[in-house]
C-alpha cells in the first residue's frame, strides 16, 4: 500500500528505491501542474495516454525537458506515474475504480529537437530523439514476454520476474522455500504484448547526398503502435535510441591480430514511443495529404507567389530553366506535378478514379530529357529517381524479405510505393523489360500494388504520377514507325500515359541560333530571364498549340524584373496546392464552360474514330482531360476549373504528339485533332513501316515485270494510288524511303536498291 507521501501507484513504475524521496517530489509536483488540464474520466479507460510536448513544456518545470533528453526512462516512468496519481490519488475515488487500475505508458508527440539519422551515433545512445522517414519494411506482429513466471523443480513455488525490454533471463536467487535453484518456465501464465519492428530510410538529397547508400534505422513498435504503418508511409517517430548485440558475421569483423570482436559490436535501433503517420493525419485533421508542414513564413511565400501576375506562365518557365524551349512538355510536367483530384478513394461501394496524370518525354538524344526529369525530382514534395536499367520489377514494386531468425516474410517497399501521393521518375525507360513494364499496369492505373507471394495477399497503395523519359530504338526517331514501333512497348502500357511527348531534332537556323544563345549565356553566367523572353516560334507544328506556346513565351513582366522561382519556393507551392486545395463533395470541380468544353472535344474525337478500321477513343482519353484541366485549376489554387482551364488543358493534349513536327504531320486526323492510334499503335490503319514495306514489295513486282528498276516521281505516286498506299505527304515518305536507303535519287528518278534490274 501506498503511504500519504508516496505517490499512487509508484511501485508500477519503479523498480527500486534509488533517489525515491527525489522522484516522489517531482511526482507530485508536476501532477500538481498538469491536474487542471487531464480528463479523469477519459484516462480511465485508457492504457495510452497522448501527450504534445509544446503543451507539457508549458505547465511543468522548466527543467524536465532536459530530464526527457538526458533520462528518458526515468522521466517516462514519472509521466506514468503522474497521470496514476490524478487518476487514482484523488480522495474520492471509488473502489470500483480502484479496482480496475491499470499501468499508464504516457505518448510524448511533436517533440520540437528533430535528429536526421546521418546525426544518430554513439553519443545518443539512451537519449529522447524525434526522427523523420520512409518506411520500407514491416514484420509481422508478434507477442512479446513482459512478465514471466517461472516454478521450482523441487517445491513448484512460483516467482515472477520481469523482463526488461523483453529480454528472456532466468531468476539467479535461491528459491525462498527449499533453496533449490533450479526454474522452469510457466508459459501458460506469461504476460505479453504486441511488438513489431519497421526499417525506416532517411530522406535523401540527391546533390547533399550523392554516391551515398540512405540509411536505415530498425524501429520496435509495442502495444497500440502496432499495424499503424505501411511500407511507403511518411513518419514521425519519438523514441529512445538504444542498442543491442550485433549479428554480423565475426568472420569479417576481426582485428589485426586475428580475434574476432566478441560481444562488442552493437546495433542501435529506436524503442519507438509515439508514431505519427501522414497517411492518419490526412484523414483525422485535415483534408490534405501530409506532404509537408507549413510555417508561417512559407505560408507568406505562397501567398507572395499566388499575387504574382501571369502565374501559369512563372510556373512552367520555373521548371528547368535552363534548358531552352519545350514549353509543352514544361507545361505538362507543371501538371503532373501538381495532379488532379482522387475521387472515391474512401468510398467501397464505388470505384476509385485516380487523379495523377502520366507523362511520357520520347526523342532523340541531347535534347533534355533527363535534365528535365531530374528538375521535377528537385521541386516534388515528394518524389523518387530511377533508372531503368539497373530498375527491376520488385525494385519498383514490392519485394518479400525473410526475416532473421525467423521464417516470417517482410514486406520492403519499391519505388512506387515510396512515391506514394508524389512523382516517381523513370528514366532510360526504354531499357526496362517487358517484365518490368508489365508490372507497372496496375500501379499506374489502379494505383496500388497487389501481392500475393509465400502465403502473404495484400494490396498497397502507390498514388504516385509517373514521369518517364524514353529514347527510341536506334538511337533516333523514326518518323516511319509508330510510337510503340520506336520504343519496342505494349499498347496497354503506353494507353495509360495521359500526355505523350516526342521531341525530334530538326534542323532550324532561327532556332538552332537562339539555342546555340542560351548554351552561351549558361556556361557564361549571364541572366537567362532575358534570353527567355525573347524567344520567338521555333516553328512546333499543330495550330492548336501555337497560341498557348505564345503565351508561355511571353511574360508579363520585363525582362529585367522576371526570373524563374527557385526550387525550394516552388516545392513549398506545390505541396501547399497538393495538400490544401481539394473541394469537397458538394463543391464542383468543373465549371459549366469547361464541361462543355471537354465534352465537345471528347464527342468530336468520338465521332472522328467511328470507322470500322480504327481503334475509338474511349473514356480513358475524357479522364485524362478531366485530371490535366483540374491540375490546371489548382496550379492557381483554385478549387473549381474555367473553361479557360480546360482550354489549355486540350491545347496540351493536342501538342503532346505534335512538338517539334511529330509524324510529318500524320498524326492529325481530317477535322485538326489528335489520332490516338499513332500514339497507341493499335487500330486498323496501317503503319508507316507496314506502308514502307508494302511499298518496296510493290515496286519489286513492277521492277521485274518491266526489267527496270528506275522510276520518276509521277510513277512512284500512281502506284501508291493503285495499290492503296495512302499518306498525308508523299514526299515526305519518298524522302524516307530515301534516307533509309530503299530508294536512291538519280538524275532521272529514284532507283530500287533491292531490285535485280
Known sequence: MATREEPCGYWLYFSDREDYDDRCQLVRMMADQLRPFVNTDYLADQSSVPLDF????EHVDPDFPLLLYEEPDLALACLGCVMHEIVYGVPDVSEEMLAKQHKFIVRVYGYEKHTTLRNLKAHLLRKFVCIKGTVIRTSNIKPLAMEMPFACKRCASQVVLQLEEGRYR?????????????????????STIDW??????????????SGRVPRTLDCELKSDLVDNCAPGDEVTLCGVVRSVNSDVDRKVTRGAKGKAHSGTLFQVFLDVNSLENSKHLETSQSKGQGLMDFSEKDIFVVQQIYRQPNLFNLVVNSICPGIFGHEIVKAG??????????????????IPIRGDPHVLVVGDPGLGKSQMLQAVNNITPRGVYVCGTYS??????????????S??????????VLGDQGCCC??????????????????????SISIAKAGIVCSLPARTSVIAAANPVGGRYNRGKTVNENLHMAAPLLSRFDLIFILLDCPNEEHDRLLSEHVMQLHSGSQLPEMLASQTPTGGRGGCSDSLKERLRRQALPPKEWAP????????????????????????????????????????????????????????????????TEARAKIELREEATAEDAQDAIDVMKASLLERGCGGGDDLDKAGFIDFRAASGGGGRISKARQVTTFVNVLNQVAKKKRCSLFSYKDLCAIAQCNGINVSNFTDFVDTLNTQGLLLRKTGGYKLACSEY
Not at 176 to 184: D, E, K, S, T
Not at 427 to 442: R, T
Not at 604 to 616: F, I, M, N, Q, V
Request: glycine share 6%.
Open 54 to 57: 509544446k503543451e507539457l513544456k
Open 170 to 190: 532466468v531468476p539467479t536467487a535461491t528459491c525462498q522455500n527449499c533453496r533449490g535453484r533450479a526454474w522452469l518456465p510457466v508459459r501458460s501464465a506469461t
Open 196 to 209: 513489431q519492428t519497421i526499417r525506416l530510410q532517411e530522406e535523401v538529397d540527391a546533390k547533399k547526398d
Open 333 to 350: 510536367l507543371t501538371f503532373a506535378l501538381f495532379g488532379g483530384c482522387q475521387k472515391f478513394s474512401q468510398d467501397r461501394n464505388k
Open 392 to 405: 527491376s520489377s520488385t525494385g519498383l514494386t514490392v519485394s518479400l524479405h525473410r526475416e532473421q531468425g
Open 407 to 416: 521464417s516470417d516474410y517482410a514486406l520492403e517497399a519499391g519505388a512506387l
Open 426 to 447: 523513370i528514366d532510360e525507360f526504354d531499357k526496362m523489360a517487358s517484365a518490368e513494364h508489365e508490372s507497372l499496369l496496375e500501379a499506374m492505373e489502379q494505383q
Open 565 to 628: 522561382l527557385p526550387p525550394p519556393l516552388l516545392r513549398k507551392y506545390i505541396g501547399y496546392a497538393r495538400t490544401f486545395v481539394h473541394p469537397n463533395g458538394s463543391q464542383r470541380r468543373l465549371s459549366a464552360g469547361a464541361k462543355s468544353l471537354l465534352k465537345d472535344f471528347y464527342l468530336e474525337l468520338r465521332a472522328s474514330h467511328r470507322g470500322d478500321d480504327t481503334t475509338p477513343v474511349t473514356t480513358r482519353q475524357l479522364e485524362s482531360l478531366v485530371r490535366l
